[in-house]
């Protein structure tokens, strides 16, 4: 199994102003052994507990270009993109800019998007759920030929392309693989068995099992074999190196829903998500500067479940 974390808002801190301190994040990350980091792509959130305040959002792209400028290993993704915000053809290229920076680094995650007083705010239409998973259906296509094809060409209900180059390709070939974000089952996980090459579900083990075999039953319609995607599902975790530590952090987290424990339980909890097929876990800090968090999963949580079998949904 590996191991990728998303990475939230930061404020400035030792390190300096909202980059510096999430760029010192992303280098923890790197030093620990985590195969990946993720940008979600947002652009304004309010606080839950004080919604006239907004929470600091760094725009995806830009930040993902200054991570693969100041890293070597780590892979870097976005979790996910919200194909309404641009044109496809357009992320294509920027996607493909990104792999040439960071020297074959990246995972294109690609959803249908959500938040909608985003859109309202910033004047973009928010198109209705159907829609909008057309409009991804269309944008992996898209995607995937301005990719590997040139010039490549697209006619669609939403998009179209026509004789596009994407010059220079990217440096993965046949191109970074897609990664599609959401447990819908009848289009979302449809459209992965169709299109991309990684899923990404939520929920506790047995409904992320659930959902991969709904996602079994999908490549059998399709004709795609389940072995071709790699299943992947998203938690948020608190770690502590012991109780006293693990209940300080609890209390300045009332409420928390994710896996909340010493090293000792969150591999035991990732465990049960291999035994339910996962083979890559993305992540959220409950302290999302926290490097000590970070070292400490690289210490102890990284070595352990690199040795885990993978499971997969009958």
């Not at 209705?128 to 409009?135: A, I, K, L, N």
């Not at 389940?226 to 770690?239: A, D, G, K, P, Y």
């Amino acid at each position: 199994m590996l191991l990728g974390l998303q990475l939230m808002p930061t404020h400035p801190s030792e390190h300096g102003n909202h980059a510096d301190t999430l760029l010192a994040v992303v280098r923890a990350c790197d030093e620990a052994g985590l195969d990946s980091v993720w940008m979600a792509d947002h652009f304004m959130f309010s606080d839950e507990e004080h919604p006239e305040r907004e929470v600091p959002v760094l725009e995806c792209f830009a930040t993902l270009g200054a991570i693969a400028a100041v890293t070597q290993r780590i892979r870097i993704g976005q979790l996910v993109v919200g194909v309404p915000y641009r044109n496809p053809a357009l992320l294509a290229k920027t996607c493909a800019t990104l792999d040439v920076i960071s020297h074959g680094r990246t995972i294109v995650g690609l959803g249908a998007a959500w938040h909608e007083p985003e859109f309202t705010a910033y004047g973009w239409p928010f198109p209705p759920v159907r829609q909008r998973m057309e409009m991804l259906e269309e944008a992996v296509q898209v995607v995937d030929r301005m990719l590997t094809q040139r010039p490549a060409s697209f006619a669609g209900k939403h998009y179209t392309v026509t004789r596009a180059y994407n010059d220079p390709m990217p440096v993965q070939q046949p191109r970074p693989p897609i990664l599609i974000g959401g447990s819908g089952e009848r289009v979302t996980l449809r459209l992965v068995a169709s299109h991309a090459d990684m899923c990404n579900v939520s929920g506790d083990p047995r409904e992320v099992a659930r959902l991969f075999g709904v996602l079994a039953e999908h490549c059998e319609v399709v004709g795609r074999p389940f072995e071709e995607i790699t299943l992947c599902n998203h938690v948020s975790i608190l770690i502590a190196r012991d109780e006293t530590e693990l209940a300080a952090k609890v209390q300045r987290h009332p409420g928390f829903g994710g896996i909340a424990g010493t090293p000792e339980t969150v591999v035991a909890t990732l465990r049960e998500y291999a035994s339910a097929g996962s083979e890559y876990v993305t992540f959220t800090l409950a302290d999302p500067e926290d490097t000590e968090a970070i070292r400490l999963i690289g210490e102890q949580v990284v070595p352990q479940v690199a040795g885990f079998s993978r499971v997969r949904p009958r």
